[in-house]
């Protein structure tokens, strides 16, 4: 006898998610992570605090545009609490780095601030473009290749990694390479694998695209 097929977290039709509420949710939790943390454990009381938290915030405001705009998938409560015990130990670890590694901005937090800006528009000119061309009715049955997606089939997560690093930079410290590398790792060993699975089995074309076009990095992964 055949195994109960397990729902994905990327899998629009699971039952053990939610709606739109889910994800008012998400973003609710991922804003008291920034307030609590900022407002009762490492206080911005630096100029290098302050920028740290400014991108935790600018992270949050594009979070919340993607998710309440873009997302068509629904979310399951462990997805939701599973995103903000990671986004909560990448915040602490960013601002713990920052109050460790010195007081003052300079070279090191303008690179950041490319890395983030950069990021940031992968990730939103990526996932905006395939949000309006999946509102197409000639897009139905079919995986979205176009835009930045030609470049990767994970384009979107590629900006994740970006900005991440761009957070990482800007605490100034060694230990902030640990937030980018833990967003990697994740993409690479957890979301791109379970997300590849689905999209094989919903869109017959997206293999042979996958087999010709990098998943992150392209030219390099």
């Given amino acids: 006898m055949p195994s109960t097929p397990q729902p994905s977290m990327f899998d629009p039709d699971r039952t053990s998610s939610r709606t739109f509420s889910s994800i008012l949710i998400m973003n609710a939790l991922h804003a008291l ?10 206080p911005p009381s630096s100029p290098r605090l302050m920028a740290v938290y400014a991108v935790m915030c600018l992270i949050f405001a594009r979070v919340l545009f993607l998710t309440t705009c873009t997302l068509a998938r629904k979310q399951a409560f462990a997805e939701i609490a599973i995103v903000t015990l990671f986004l909560a130990t990448l915040y602490s670890g960013a601002a713990y780095s920052a109050s460790l590694a010195g007081e003052e901005v300079g070279l090191t937090q303008v690179v950041a601030a490319i890395f983030f800006v950069f990021g940031s528009y992968l990730t939103i000119e990526s996932e905006y473009k395939r949000y309006l061309w999946k509102k197409l009715p000639s897009s139905k049955g079919k995986a979205y290749t176009e835009g930045l997606f030609k470049y990767a089939t994970h384009i979107n997560y590629t900006g994740e990694v970006f900005s991440y690093a761009g957070l990482g930079l800007m605490t100034g410290s060694l230990w902030g390479a640990l937030i980018p590398l833990s967003v990697l790792l994740g993409f690479i060993f957890n979301s791109i694998p379970e997300l590849d ?25």
Avoid: D, E, N
């Fill in 197 to 221: 699975a689905y999209l094989v089995k919903r869109y017959p074309s997206f293999k042979a695209y996958a087999a010709t076009t990098a998943k992150l990095f392209p030219g390099i992964y």
């Fill in 33 to 42: 992570v920034i307030f609590f943390l900022a407002s009762y454990v490492i």
